[in-house]
């Protein structure tokens, strides 16, 4: 299973890699709530699916994690 914890912990959950499109008025931002990001099954899904005029770009994600305030985030891999 490829995966990254997120927690040193050594039993913690895997967060896992995901293409995806990010609702992102600024691209500067490295991690994401869950609320503004859409998950797809390849990087060409999310390609087709990313409009820049509405500030929805493609990008590789890995996530979800739990925030220390209960917020699921995804991390930035890279943009696509």
């Not at 050594?10 to 992102?24: D, G, L, T």
């Not at 990313?50 to 979800?64: I, R, S, T």
């Amino acid at each position: 299973m490829k995966g990254y914890s997120l927690d040193p912990h050594p039993r913690a959950n895997y967060a896992e890699q995901h293409f995806a499109v990010i609702y992102s008025p600024r691209k500067k931002r490295k991690r994401f709530p869950a609320t503004v990001v859409t998950l797809y099954d390849s990087d060409k899904e999310a390609v087709k699916s990313q409009n820049h005029d509405k500030n929805l770009f493609a990008a590789e994600v890995v996530g979800p994690a739990k925030s220390s305030e209960g917020i699921h985030l995804f991390y930035l891999l890279k943009w696509l």
